[in-house]
């Protein structure tokens, strides 16, 4: 069997994780949508994302893992359902 005759398919998979993901991000409250997106999708120090939100470290790393967990419960899910 050819291995690459799999790779639109796994493309198309790959594309839709990510829709999924970018969706499950966007139903998080906002600030944790703000954290996760600049800690996550946009690369900043904790430090960084702290100044700009005005928040603690501590408030900033409880945002962020509150919602990593929302987004690994979602994906959890999908696949579970795929």
Known sequence: MDPARH???????????VQMIQDAISRLPP?????????DVAGW???DVS?????TEGNQ???LHRA???VRNE???YLRAA
Do not use: F
């Not at 600030?31 to 800690?39: A, D, F, G, N, S």
């Open 61 to 63: 790393r409880v945002l």
């Open 31 to 39: 600030r944790q949508q703000e954290v996760i997106l600049l800690r």
């Open 45 to 47: 120090d904790p430090e």
């Open 7 to 17: 790779w639109p398919e796994e493309r198309l998979l790959a594309g839709e994780t």
């Open 75 to 77: 994906v959890e899910q």
């Open 68 to 70: 990593r967990s929302k």
């Open 51 to 55: 100044t700009a939100l005005e928040l």
